[in-house]
């Protein structure tokens, strides 16, 4: 069983947080006029150090609202849905957003909130491209929901299932089957309601945005150049050339240079490209593809800055832990109005990742948790998991938990103990019809509750077995804790 490859695709799945990570486009490009060199991945990251240890404060006077770029610099523009707009958006407005005098809202329907416009930016996709098109069954239906009485039904909608359910969309909502057509109009419509700004920002209703990070991140760049910042997911099915996009969830920023070019020399281009989207999943690739193949403008990765997940799936450790948080994703209004109180409570220092997981972290984590999935295997932060040392555990451990930490939670656990870098680990069992499939440790370098996860049964039809599966999560809660204390400030 290729048990490191399922996982991995499950990994990616999850990071993906349901945009899916394959994508056939070769079929729909057009010739292509450029090949990039493999390298095409830059990264923000150096940059990104020196102002966070720079410890610069802001005005005194204006604690959270940074005056150096007004508003008149920066557009901010939020992508949410007629489904949840005015559930989630009043959240942002009075907290990450309140700086914010003028931000554009998106959405698949026209809506006031307040003194805000929430603007339907599908109303510019021309007629003969939506109205035979099953992905806009919801948008009608939202429609007729508004002109019938029963506005109030909206919310409902957001259980309607995608209309072209295949494997790599299965479980998505109509909803999110129709967010796809909503980006490069609304890049557009950006310039349209606020053109020549400096830079052009765009988050989702579920994220949360550090709007004095946010400042101090962009003062080190010239919005003369063409810069297309976020967290960088690699699309491995764009042929021929390789290409990453920004994770829509944690946003994406376009400087002015870009946006302008794009309206001036390229105008109508989103509607040139409505007619593509269908055979797209997710209009975070789109965008980037739009980006790198009429623009020529590549992701500069902004990570761990921006970042797609919510608290509970943040690798904390040595790598995250004093770098400073412009966005992060996935987060419900409690948890962006929990961040902004962390925040304020600041006093003007630069949201942190540590500051992140005391907010979210105020008893610690656990010891065990079992059904749940602490990410120990991910790739990316694994410790090689070898033999317990017998000889200095002698008299210690059971005889019976001092076996290859593969095999039982206590070994895995006296693994994780044996490596001064280990921080938490996952013990996961499997059973192939009925048989022992194999049971494995994974130990991490990092930091993180994860989610919850009961176990899982499938059914593989080609060689007919049916697996079980379930994970149980440890960590060095004592281990973290004194960490924790030794990195309580950051120079
Ligand atoms: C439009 O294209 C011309 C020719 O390639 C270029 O010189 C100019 O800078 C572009 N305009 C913008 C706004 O980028
Ligand atoms: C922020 O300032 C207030 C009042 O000056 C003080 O009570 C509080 O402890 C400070 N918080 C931090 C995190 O420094
Ligand atoms: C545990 O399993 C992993 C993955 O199969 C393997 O790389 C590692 O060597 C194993 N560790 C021991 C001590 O057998």
Redesign the pocket.
Known sequence: MN??GWRAGLLCLLLLAGIGFLYTASALRGPANRIQSPEVLHKAGSLLHDYASSAKTFDGTTPYCPASLGDDKIALIVKTGATEALERIPTQLVTSLRCVQHPIIVSDLEQTLGRHRIHDVLANIAPEDKDENPEFNIYRKQHEYVTSGRATELRSLSSLPISQDDWRTKGKTAAWGLDKYKFLHMVEKAWELQPQRDWYVFIEADTYISWPNLHSFLEHYDAQKPWYFGSAVLMHEHKPTILHFAYGGSGFILSGSVVKDWAINHSGLANRWDKRISEMWFGDFVLADALDEELQVTITDATPMMHPDEPALVPFGADTWCKPVATLHHLDSRQINELYQTEMALNSSHLRFKDVYRSAYLAGLPFRLDDQDNLADDHKFAI?????DMERFHGQWEPKDLV???QSYNACEL?CIQNDGCFQFSFVTTTANEADGGT??FLSSVFRLGRRRELEKWFDKKTKISYQRNWISGWRSDRISRWIEEHERCI
């Open positions: 048990f490191a090689d998991v070898i033999p317990n290859d930490p593969n693994a494995q440790c």
